[in-house]
């Protein structure tokens, strides 16, 4: 595995640890379900589908050099079409997606967003 992959893991698990544990902690603080509204599942499925996606530009940037942005955005619409099969349809099975719900799935997805984003635009400063 490249160094450059091995690192953004490690920094996407620290990230998503720690976000997780702030989650969890305001959740608490609340007295919300810790680990209602799939929670969990959203962690690990954002986690997986930002490696994959990263792991996956990396090998494919040389070769793809002028269409790595459109690949990314790729990237995005997949983790839009598990979020629309895996989460959504329990979330809105009462009608209302709550806040609750919603930040579930999107904190996740916003912190690996962002890793992703910052990531690829330093591979990007690389190539050129």
């Known amino acids: 595995m490249p160094k450059t992959v091995s690192r953004f893991l490690v920094i996407l698990v620290v990230a998503l640890g720690v976000t997780f544990s702030l989650h969890i902690f305001i959740l608490n603080f609340f007295k919300q ?7 969990v599942l959203s962690y690990v499925v954002n986690a997986l589908l930002a490696g994959t996606i990263f792991f996956s ?17 790729f990237g995005s619409a997949l983790k839009f079409v598990v979020f629309f ?44």
């Open 33 to 39: 379900p810790l680990f209602g509204d799939k929670i």
């Open 57 to 73: 530009l990396q090998k494919l940037k040389e070769r793809y050099k002028t269409q790595i942005g459109f690949l990314f955005l």
């Open 85 to 128: 099969s895996l989460f959504f349809p329990s979330y809105k099975a009462d009608g209302v997606m709550d806040k609750l719900e919603f930040a579930a799935f999107f904190v996740p997805y916003v912190v690996c967003l962002v890793l992703e984003t910052y990531s690829l635009s330093q591979m990007l400063n690389k190539m050129s």
